[in-house]
C-alpha cells in the first residue's frame, strides 16, 4: 500500500486543510485512518481548526469574484484535465478507496470511473447553461432569464462514496462558476487529500484562482460549522437521515439552500412474471455490494406467493457461495464494515429483528481469525419478516436482507412505499402492465423507479435523489445543475415608451 499512498502524496502525517493548491497550517484534532480490510493505521492527518476554517472560507470568497468571470466553456475545459488526470490515477486512487473505506477494488475502481464519467458530463454541460426566452404583454420588450453562480458550495460527504459523490458536486458546481468547500467524511480522509493533491495540480497548471477548491477535515463540529455560515449559500450534505434534518435546520435557518441525499430502505418487487435468474443477479449485488452500505443498498424483497419459495431457494444457495475476506482480492465479493460501530449496529439490528419474530433463512454473525483480524468482517443474511416490523422500516447500513410476501401488485407497491424513505426502487417482471404501473403515479413513490435492475449503480446521466426522509435533493444528472445557480429573469425595454404591466395607469 505504501507505493500507491506514495503516487497519490500522502505521508504517514498529512495536514488536512486545503485553500486549493496549497495546504495550510492548522492546530485541529490528529484523525488516524484505519483500514477496515485489516485494522492497520494508514496514516495520521491534522483536523482543520477554526482560525483554519475562516482562512479556507475567506480564501473561496475571494476566487469566487474572479471564476465567475471565467467563461463557462474555459471553466469546463479544467475540469476536462481533471478527467484526464483521474485517468492517470484510476488505478491507485481506486486501490486507495477500497482499501482505506472497505468495498471491493472492481467498486472502488467503479467510484473512480464515476468521477470520470461526471467530469465529461460537466465538460458538455459548460456550454449548456442555458435559460429561456419568453414573450412579454408590453410592446417593444424582451424577457428572458439567466442563470448566475451562488458562491461557495459546502460539501459534507459520507464515508461510503469517498470520492464519487465530492466529484458530483465539484464538477457541476465548477462549470457554473461556483467555488467548493468540502468536509469528507472523518472515516476515509486519506481519500480526500489524493483528490485534492490531484484537482490542485490540475488547477495549478490552469492558472485557477487560489480558493476554488478548498478542503476542511474534522468530525461533527465542521459540518456545522459548514451548515451554520451565511457565507455558503448552499450546502449539499450526504448521509444519514438525522444528519441531514440537523444540517437542513441549520441552512434553514438563515434561509440558505440545502441540498440533501439521505438515507435509503430501498425495495425490489419479484413479480410472479419476473425472469428469476436475471433478479437474482440484482437482488443479491444490491443486497451485499458495498457490504450493504450504499445509500441505494437492497434492504426488502417483496416476492409474489407463487414464486417466494422458489426464489428464497434461490436467493439461500447464491449466499452460499459469496465468498468474503481482503477486498482487494478480486476473488472476494464482500469486503468488511467500515468499522465495529458498524459492526455493532448490524448486530443490534439482527437481535431486533429476532426480537420482533423476523425469522433467519440465512444466519448472519461477525467473522473472526485469519483473514478477519480486522473485526470488521460480517455474514450477509436473510430474514424472512412481516412488513410491519420496526426494523424493516429502519435502515440498517450492512448487509441484512428482508424477505416479505405479497399477493396483488397494489400490496406489494403499498408495502415498499411503507417506509419513511424514498430513494431507490425496483420492480422485476416481464408483465408490461406491471412495469407502467410500478412507473406511474399510482406506483413506486421513490426518487429512483426501475424496471427489470436492481436498486443500486445509478448512471451519472440521470438525476439522483430521494424523496421523503432521504431528503428531496438532486444530484448528477439531467437538470440537476440548477441547484448550483441562481436564477434571473431580464426584462428590456428597447421602445421609446415606458408602458406598466397588468395595464397600469401612472401619467405624469
Known amino acids: 500500500m505504501q507505493d500507491i499512498l506514495d503516487q497519490l502524496g500522502i505521508r504517514q502525517s498529512n495536514g488536512g486543510t486545503a485553500t486549493g493548491q496549497k495546504w495550510i497550517g492548522s492546530k485541529g484534532k490528529v484523525i488516524a485512518s484505519f483500514s477496515p480490510v485489516d485494522g492497520k ?18 480564501k473561496a470568497s475571494e476566487a469566487f469574484l474572479e471564476w465567475r468571470l471565467w467563461p463557462s466553456p474555459k471553466r469546463g475545459d479544467v475540469v476536462r484535465q481533471f478527467a484526464e488526470a483521474l485517468r492517470k490515477y484510476k488505478e491507485p486512487l481506486g486501490k486507495l478507496v477500497s482499501y482505506e473505506m472497505g468495498k471491493s477494488l472492481q467498486e472502488g475502481l467503479g467510484e473512480v470511473q464515476e468521477m470520470i464519467d461526471i467530469c465529461d458530463f460537466a465538460v458538455g454541460l459548460s456550454r449548456q447553461l442555458h435559460g429561456l426566452t419568453m414573450h412579454s404583454e408590453r410592446p417593444g420588450h424582451r424577457m428572458y432569464e439567466q442563470w448566475h453562480p451562488l458562491g461557495i458550495v459546502g460539501i459534507i460527504s459520507a464515508f461510503n462514496f469517498p470520492v464519487a459523490v465530492w466529484s458530483w458536486n465539484t464538477a457541476l458546481a465548477w462549470v457554473c462558476g461556483d467555488v467548493c468547500v468540502w468536509k469528507p467524511s472523518e472515516k476515509t480522509p486519506l481519500c480526500a487529500i489524493a483528490c485534492q493533491n490531484i484537482i490542485a495540480d490540475v488547477f ?9 477548491c478548498g478542503l476542511v477535515i474534522g468530525e461533527r463540529e465542521i459540518g456545522e460549522r459548514l451548515a451554520a455560515d451565511t457565507r455558503v449559500p448552499l450546502v449539499s450534505a450526504t448521509g444519514s437521515t438525522r444528519m441531514g434534518k440537523a444540517v437542513g435546520a441549520a441552512v434553514g435557518a438563515r434561509l440558505g439552500r440545502s441540498l440533501l441525499e439521505l438515507g435509503g430502505n430501498n425495495a425490489i418487487i419479484i413479480s410472479k412474471d419476473a425472469d428469476l435468474e436475471m433478479a437474482l443477479v440484482g437482488c443479491v449485488f444490491g443486497a451485499v455490494g458495498t457490504a450493504g452500505q450504499r445509500c441505494t443498498s437492497t434492504r426488502r424483497l417483496i416476492i409474489h406467493e407463487d414464486v417466494y419459495d422458489a426464489f428464497r431457494d434461490k436467493l439461500v444457495n447464491a449466499y452460499k457461495q459469496l465468498r468474503i475476506g481482503d477486498p482487494l482480492d478480486e476473488a472476494n465479493h464482500v469486503g468488511p464494515l467500515i468499522d465495529k460501530g458498524a459492526v455493532a449496529m448490524y448486530s443490534a439490528a439482527i437481535e431486533k429483528c429476532k426480537s420482533e419474530g423476523g425469522q433467519f433463512v440465512v444466519e448472519g454473525g461477525v467473522l473472526e481469525g485469519k483473514g478477519y483480524e480486522s473485526g470488521c468482517y460480517v455474514k450477509p443474511c436473510i430474514a424472512e419478516v412481516q412488513p410491519h416490523y420496526e426494523i424493516v422500516c429502519h435502515e440498517t447500513f450492512a448487509p441484512i436482507l428482508y424477505l416479505m410476501k405479497y399477493k396483488m401488485l397494489e400490496e406489494a407497491i403499498a408495502i415498499q412505499n411503507g417506509v419513511p424513505q424514498g430513494l431507490s426502487s425496483s420492480i422485476m417482471t416481464l408483465n408490461l402492465r406491471e412495469a407502467e404501473t410500478f412507473l406511474s403515479s399510482a406506483g413506486s413513490d421513490c426518487g429512483i423507479a426501475n424496471v427489470n435492475i436492481g436498486t443500486s449503480g445509478a448512471e451519472i446521466g440521470g438525476a439522483f435523489g430521494g424523496e421523503k426522509e432521504t ?3 438532486r444530484e448528477s444528472g439531467s437538470d440537476a445543475w440548477r441547484i448550483y445557480m441562481r436564477r434571473q429573469t431580464n426584462t428590456i425595454n428597447y421602445s421609446t415608451k415606458l408602458p406598466l404591466a397588468q395595464g397600469i395607469k401612472f401619467d405624469l
Open 204 to 212: 495549478a497548471a490552469n492558472g485557477v484562482p487560489e480558493g476554488v
Open 41 to 58: 493505521k494508514i496514516a495520521e492527518v491534522v483536523g482543520t481548526d477554526e482560525a483554519a476554517y475562516d482562512q479556507v472560507i475567506k
Open 471 to 473: 431528503g428531496g435533493g
